[in-house]
């Protein structure tokens, strides 16, 4: 199973393109397509970042279409096209709603996306939130935390486990005893069932100390604190120099050192996971963040 090594820090992002909501998608996304997906993809494995990731959404109202977009690709399909390209990076949903699937389905996906890239499937897990796409699809959203709740240890034996309940099911994943999974969320509900199932923590935007002792506490009253974890942050906006625009506000932006620091500056001590993001304003300016950040900021940042 992926664990990040102690003492160190992971970093990873979101692949552009694959969301285009308007809280995040930079202009020259809309159209663009799967070249440049697939090249900053490949950026990453050939870069060093842990991971790349991929969100999750069915289908999305009609009055939220001006302002989440209704173009969302779907997750495990678009992992296996990128594991395909890349060779050491791992594969990341972020996150998969499991209300939305039963865990049967779940864990054949993932066991799959595992089986064929060698080991690089992370099940990154989350309750979703669009109520209309939750009734849409036949699940009760105000149950959403409780189904996956659920849920959760179901998919952990079928991923664990060739045989449940007697019924089989191959292949079986690379990773043993299966890969990991990281439970998403920052609401306290969503931390008690990290604590409680995940081998990993993704907030649902920056962490914060309050948030990482809870985890913490909960996870050593489950008996759990001693397990490898994978404690995760996702960081302001980047940009690694001196742009020639205005980045708008909450970006950090300078010299390496300055961008480490200002990393650093809001990241709790305990967070061994970085979820990075790079203001862009074309698929060749997005390329060059990627690598100067794993170049010239990532390695004064990950050593805990």
């Known amino acids: 199973m992926y664990t990040i090594a102690p003492g160190t820090r992971a970093f990873g992002m979101q692949l552009p393109v694959q969301a285009q909501s308007s809280y995040f998608v930079e202009d020259w996304e809309r159209e663009a397509g799967p070249a440049e997906m697939a090249r900053i993809a490949e950026l990453c494995d050939e870069h060093g970042y842990s991971y790349v990731a991929i969100c999750d959404?069915?289908?999305?109202?009609?009055?939220?279409?001006?302002?989440?977009g209704t173009h969302w690709v779907d997750p495990i399909a678009t992992l296996g096209w990128v594991a395909a390209m890349t060779d050491r990076v791992m594969l990341l949903t972020h996150v998969y709603v499991l209300p939305f699937r039963p865990p049967e389905i779940a864990a054949k996906q993932f066991a799959t996306l595992d089986y064929l890239s060698d080991g690089r499937a992370i099940c990154g897990i989350g309750v979703g939130h669009v109520e209309a796409e939750f009734e849409r699809l036949g699940v009760d959203h105000h149950r959403r935390g409780a189904i996956t709740t659920e849920r959760l240890p179901l998919l952990i034996a079928a991923l664990?486990?060739?045989?449940?309940?007697?019924?089989?099911?191959?292949?079986r994943p690379v990773q043993r005893p299966r890969p990991p999974v990281w439970v998403g969320g920052s609401s306290a509900a969503a931390i008690t069932?990290?604590?409680?199932?995940?081998?990993?923590?993704?907030?649902?935007?920056?962490?914060?100390?309050?948030?990482?002792?809870?985890?913490?506490?909960?996870?050593?009253?489950?008996g759990r604190g001693d397990l490898p974890y994978a404690i995760g942050h996702i960081v302001p906006w980047l940009y690694v120099g001196t742009p020639s625009w205005d980045l708008g506000p909450d970006t950090i932006s300078g010299t390496p050192d300055e961008v480490?620091?200002?990393?650093?500056?809001?990241?709790?001590?305990?967070?061994?996971q970085l979820q990075v993001r790079f203001r862009s304003q074309s698929a060749d300016e997005l390329a060059d963040q990627v690598q100067a950040f794993a170049t010239d900021v990532a390695p004064l940042l990950t050593k805990v």
């Open 193 to 222: 069932r990290a604590a409680r199932f995940g081998d990993g923590w993704i907030p649902q935007g920056p962490a914060d100390d309050a948030m990482v002792e809870a985890l913490q506490r909960q996870r050593d009253e489950a």
């Open 160 to 171: 664990e486990n060739e045989f449940v309940d007697g019924m089989g099911a191959k292949p």
């Open 260 to 272: 480490a620091s200002g990393i650093l500056a809001t990241t709790p001590s305990a967070v061994n």
């Open 57 to 68: 959404h069915v289908a999305i109202p009609e009055q939220f279409a001006s302002s989440m």
